[in-house]
């Protein structure tokens, strides 16, 4: 080997390690991503079934008035406070709650702490689904 290319190659001695480390930030992104958005799609389903309960059971406070006179109406306050109660057990869980003489509508939220992606500056992520109930005859 003649003299230039030796000192070329003495250049780039260790450039090796830096790319090595570079990709490896790179992956471990990518695998915290993966996990932490995998929790959340857990979170969400989790939070999907809560949103579905409270949404029946307010949907179940029929307003007796409106039956004895042959309609299918919800008694708006009723409803509310069994969606509400419906959900008051979780912790760490937001709800809303709105319900008119049609129907019931829950939203839940709810807030949990990343495991990887922490590292890139993301601590936490809000993961929210919502629920629509109405009461129908048999």
Known sequence: MNRGVRTRFRSEHGSVLITGLLLTLALLMVLGAAVDIGHAFIVRRDLSSLADN??????QQLDQ????????ALDPQQAQAAALSAVSGEPGIQVQADA?????????TRRFPTI?????????????????AAPRAP
């Open 65 to 72: 008035q409106a039956i004895h006179q042959g309609q299918l």
């Open 100 to 108: 008119t003489s049609a129907d019931v509508h829950v939203q839940v």
């Open 116 to 132: 990887l992606l922490r590292l890139v500056g993301l601590s936490d992520l809000t993961v929210s689904a919502q629920a629509d």
């Open 54 to 59: 409270a949404a029946l059971a307010g949907a």
